[in-house]
């Protein structure tokens, strides 16, 4: 672990200054958005904008790599990231904030790929599972303290704005002083929705559930305590326990995994989520606990997104694995897409609370779905064969997933030359 930082730590500062950028803009957007007197339904299609520009980067960061290489991109999009962030309190609607939402996407997504890219290139077969899971943390890492920043300044003025664009522009300096041109990415043959489906249904429906349910929280937590009525400070500590939980609880569930029916993990951990976010529902005129139930909601439901990955890796052959990442990358951003816009409509027409009615309605429906798949399938009379779990969180790019699924094949490999 310290051989990896001490390799690699410009790389983890510079990522952890750009997700404290990234993490700031989401909640910033959400409190000043009801500053501006933004509808929650415009507020939710600017903050789907973000995942329908990371969507389209995620398509087209390769091609712009292989044309003009990794630390041209890298800069090109770093510095419109930071003019976006100056652009935001420049013009107050929900048009242009939208606009900038799709172009903030499409540009973190580059910046994933190409910094996650450099981090695969830098790890061994015997480190990459540590650096990605010290990836992991300092994005989670990063966010949460992002939220906390936002109380160094007004967000109805333009200094807490500057902030974030500031902390990316210094973000740049330790990767690209730090880094060599990685080779160009290989191609990898696409896996269709379909056979993806066929291979397991249930990873499938997860991946795009999980989108949802990530997104909203990560888009639409400030609008929902905005509109809740919370000052700043209460704004920012709800929507950073949703991190919190799920730092606490990635390494126990991943522990768990290796050792259970990931089914049955997955099943609880959806329907524990999902009663979380009714508590959250029936119990958000009380602060204290509203922020119990929100860390809970967090710890359970976040850690599905990698377990999802690991159940579909359990049924692939090693060589179809990264085209299984593809598939699963592109099921969850549209799943992220529609999920700020679902849960937006809903607390527009029926009050702010339909925040935690969404999401326990996706949690409660994928606990369902699982109960029924494993009436569908046998369950395994072994849990030897399971592909190791790998922390990943839903905003790592397909280069983060081709690198959890190299470690998987790391894991298959010497656990056959064990056996």
Known sequence: ????????????????????????????????????????????????????????????????????????????????????????????????????????????????VTSESWLNNAATNETRGQSLSIYTMVQMGGIILAQYVILLGDPSGFVVFILPSVLVSLAVAPILLSVTPTPAFGGTKP???????????????????????????????????????????????????????????????GWLSDRMDRRVLLMALSLAAGLAAVGAYLLSGVFPLLLAMTFLV??????????????????????????????????????????????????QQFGTEMFWAFLSALLLLLAGYGLWRMQRRPTPTSTEENVSYVPITPMGSSVALEAAQEQYVENVETAEETA
């Open 298 to 347: 967090g710890g359970f439901a976040n850690p599905i997104y990698p377990l999802v990955i690991a159940y579909l890796n359990d049924y692939l052959d090693v060589e179809d694995m990264a085209a299984g990442s593809g598939a699963v990358l592109f099921l969850n951003g549209l799943g992220a897409i529609a999920g700020p816009i679902g849960a937006g409509y809903l607390m």
């Open 191 to 253: 896996m269709s929705i379909l056979a993806l489906y066929r291979f397991s249904p249930l990873a499938a429906v997860g991946a795009f559930m999980m989108g949802g349910i990530f997104a909203a929280q990560f888009g639409m937590s400030a609008v929902y305590g905005t509109e809740a009525g919370f000052t700043t400070a209460e704004v920012v500590t709800f929507a950073s326990m949703f991190y919190v939980g799920a730092i606490v609880f990635q390494y126990p569930v």
């Open 1 to 112: 672990m310290i051989g990896v930082l001490v390799n690699s730590w410009a790389l983890f500062l510079g990522m952890f200054l750009l997700m404290l950028g990234n993490g700031m803009q989401g909640t910033l957007l959400g409190i000043r958005g009801g500053i501006e007197g933004f509808g929650t339904v415009e507020m939710s299609y600017v903050m789907s904008g973000y995942f329908v520009g990371f969507l389209g980067g995620s398509r087209l960061a390769p091609l712009m790599i292989r044309r003009v290489g990794h630390i041209r991109v890298f800069s090109a999009l770093a510095s419109l990231v930071s003019a976006v962030l100056i652009l935001y309190p420049t013009i107050t609607e929900p048009w242009a904030w939208g606009i900038l939402r799709i172009i903030f996407g499409f540009c973190f997504s580059g910046i994933y």
